[in-house]
């Protein structure tokens, strides 16, 4: 059995292809077999907002869906947040706890396998095979079957994914203005890195009378700010399960490559490259730092660019240069950029529930509409008015399916570089083509952001190498957390953080990272590890 784990995948409503539209199911059909009422539960996304007289009971989205597709679709509650808020998941705890669940509902990994065990959920697979059309199936495939994979339990599919992009990279972003103005080399090597961070640190490039190397914050798997892309370029590995070379596999977090990153930090810290007060600041107070031209290197995802744009586009002018790069790596092999499933959460339908089909009907349409849309089917998008309100009526589907995979790396940088839109095909693709060409034309500085991630030498420029050289190192494990994991993992995931954060700050000796091996294994890794090196032996 099976079930994906959390993971940081970019989540785009991003398109293929146009194609004409033979898989999706046709509304005649529907309508033969009567409306199929199907119960939900949500959350009001904060960035949701309804036309007048539209509300979650009553908008153009569930009517075009019932239309469309003969569901109709009814809330049993809904709750302010997201779906992997506090008060959803505080809401849908209770729901399960009184097996008072709705038709169909999003879940984590370990309320999936918790309904499993309880027996509150269907097998899907006959009515995925009956009903799904071929474009889905061939859609939800599109990463090798491993997401679809993970919702399979002993040979049934218990849970269809909300799948997702997993090549999303880690990246080094650095002011190229202040290297220029030191005359400092981009950056190859870790060593290359390391020089520039000293020389921002020392020379103070932004004037500000106080500089440090690296912008880091309190969380260290953060998107941007984040430790996980400096690990990488050490090959040690954040939170992830990789193969042990004798067949299994073996936790990232206290392998010899972790202990030489953190090394690698420590001596930094003691060089006064480190904001010492990082411990306590989240990304965005921390950023006040790169913001007032402290800091002028970082890690981060692709999408980076988007949030330094607060401060390095101003009055119509870029005021900050930067510059993106692979990660560099401590010695002579390339470092590999860690990512996850690309999947965290699942729907599922209650064992109650009279038309489970429904959900795949749901799904066919979600993706039929999201890849090739009518002029009609921007409803789902827009709502009635069927034009961008910034309302995001597309938060209203129930049912959502992200891309598997991207070739924006291959097609923006090149269509941007040689102004050829033609080039620009899927949805996703006209419309950062179109921002960054607002920058490139000068009618709109503010779409620097977009050049920096799409454009030549932007950040997606980088994933065609990653993948043709195998840069991705992706988590083993991608099944319900174990016994073990349920009952540990928070404590020593806490134990972990307290002493690593220790280390960094020279408040305790390197060695302490030997102490802290040993005792993970005694709280609870290795009974951990043996239950994964199970599961790892029953999927072989």
Excluded at 142 to 166: C, E, H, V, Y
Excluded at 327 to 337: G, Q, V, Y
Aim: with cysteine; aromatic share 10%; net charge negative.
């Amino acid at each position: 059995m099976s079930l994906g784990i959390s993971a940081c995948s970019s989540k785009t409503a991003e398109t293929k292809q146009p194609a004409e539209n033979t898989a999706a199911e046709k509304p005649e059909a529907s309508k033969e077999q009567g409306v199929l009422e199907i119960s939900t539960v949500r959350a009001q996304d904060p960035y949701l907002k309804f036309d007048e007289g539209e509300s979650f009971d009553k908008n153009a989205v569930y009517d075009a869906y019932e239309k469309d597709t003969g569901v109709k679709i009814k809330n049993q509650w809904v709750v302010d947040g997201t779906v992997d808020g506090p008060q959803f998941q505080e809401k849908l705890k209770m729901a399960i706890t009184t097996n008072d669940i709705p038709d169909l509902f999003p879940a984590t990994p370990a309320q999936v396998q918790q309904l499993i065990e309880a027996d509150m959920i269907q097998d899907l697979t006959s009515v995925y095979d009956q009903y799904a059309s071929d474009e889905t199936k061939e859609f939800m495939q599109k990463d090798g079957g491993l997401q679809m994979r993970s919702g399979t339990f002993d040979g049934k599919l218990m849970a269809i994914p909300q799948t997702g992009n997993p090549f999303a990279p880690q990246l080094v972003w650095v002011r190229s203005d202040w290297m220029k103005k030191l005359n400092l080399p981009e950056p190859k090597t870790m060593q290359d890195l390391m020089n520039i961070m000293e020389a921002f640190a020392t020379k103070d490039p932004g004037g500000t009378g106080k500089s440090y190397g690296l912008a880091l914050n309190k969380k260290f798997d953060e998107g941007a700010l984040g430790l996980v892309g400096f690990m990488n370029g050490y090959h040690a590995y954040l939170n992830q399960w990789m193969e042990d070379g004798q067949g299994g596999l073996m936790n990232s977090d206290i392998q010899p490559e972790m202990k030489e990153a953190l090394r690698g930090l420590q001596d930094m810290f003691k060089k006064g490259m480190i904001d010492p007060e990082f411990a306590v600041k989240d990304m965005q107070k921390e950023s006040e730092l790169i913001f007032s031209n402290k800091i002028g290197v970082l890690y981060g995802a692709e999408w980076t660019p988007a949030h330094l744009a607060q401060a390095a586009v101003k009055d119509g002018k870029v005021v900050q240069e930067w510059s993106v790069y692979r990660l560099p790596s401590i010695d002579n092999t390339e470092a590999s950029t860690q990512i996850e499933l690309g999947t965290s959460s699942y729907y599922v339908v209650s064992k109650k529930a009279e038309h489970p089909e429904a959900l795949i009907k749901l799904l066919n349409q979600w993706i039929a509409v999201d890849n090739h849309p009518t002029p009609e089917q921007k409803v789902y998008e827009y709502g009635k008015g069927l034009k961008e309100k910034g309302n995001n009526y597309w938060l209203l589907s129930p049912v959502m399916a992200f891309n598997l995979s991207s070739n924006n790396g291959e097609v923006l940088p090149k269509a941007i570089e040689t102004k050829d839109e033609s080039l620009a095909v899927t949805k996703d693709q006209k419309t950062r083509y179109d921002r960054a060409m607002k920058y490139v034309n000068g009618e709109d500085i503010s779409m620097w952001w977009e050049y920096l991630i799409s454009g030549p030498n932007g950040a997606v420029s980088n994933i065609p190498y990653l993948k043709e050289h195998n840069l991705f190192h992706q988590n083993k494990f991608y099944g319900a957390p174990t016994p073990t994991m349920v009952e540990k993992r928070e404590i020593l995931n806490r134990k972990r953080d307290e002493i690593f954060m220790k280390i960094i700050m020279n408040q305790v000796s390197i060695d302490e990272f030997d102490k802290f091996v040993t005792e993970w294994k005694k709280l609870g890794g290795d009974d951990i590890t043996k239950e994964v090196n199970e599961w790892y032996a029953n999927i072989k």
